[in-house]
């Protein structure tokens, strides 16, 4: 005597490879997802410090006559052209340089003023961080007569 099946309960090996292929493209996309958000919101922390510790310099900068002076300042270093930190910060390295700007007014061009143009950059040191291009300011100093 045959027994007719009427009734079968539980899902075949077919069902259960496509519930799990499916299951895993959904799990992969949503990690993804997660991982780039961690990678973007590394990048902006790494930025907003570079741009605080700009900030910093541009403070230690404001009142000098010339940034040679901050020879004496903390851990800054004149090497060649360009003063340098690299032990104050951890993970960045601080580059400051200077040329004289001759600014004129289109009404009285007889009447140039000389500043002095501070160019400030901060880069992350290497293998530190995300390796970003340099973050670069720049500020205006007035020349005393």
Do not use: C, W
């Not at 099946?5 to 997660?34: C, D, N, Q, R, Y």
């Not at 901050?70 to 690299?86: A, C, H, M, S």
């Not at 061009?109 to 000389?114: E, K, Q």
């Amino acid at each position: 005597m045959k027994k007719i099946l009427v009734k079968e309960s539980g899902m075949t090996l077919v069902e259960l490879l496509a519930a799990i292929a499916l299951l895993g493209i959904v799990l992969f996309t949503f990690m993804s997802i997660f991982t780039q958000s961690a990678k973007f919101s590394a990048h902006n922390q790494e930025t907003l410090t570079a741009v605080q510790i700009a900030e910093q310099v541009v403070s230690d900068v404001r009142d000098l006559e010339t940034i040679l002076t901050l020879n004496n300042i903390g851990n800054y270093k004149k090497v060649g052209n360009f003063i340098e930190d690299k032990n104050t910060y951890d993970h960045f390295v601080i580059k400051i340089s200077e040329e004289e700007v001759q600014v004129t007014s289109p009404d009285a061009p007889a009447t140039a003023l000389t500043l002095k143009k501070a160019n400030i950059s901060v880069k992350a040191k290497p293998g530190f961080g995300i390796n970003e291009p340099e973050f670069k300011t720049e500020m205006y100093l007035k020349v005393q007569p």
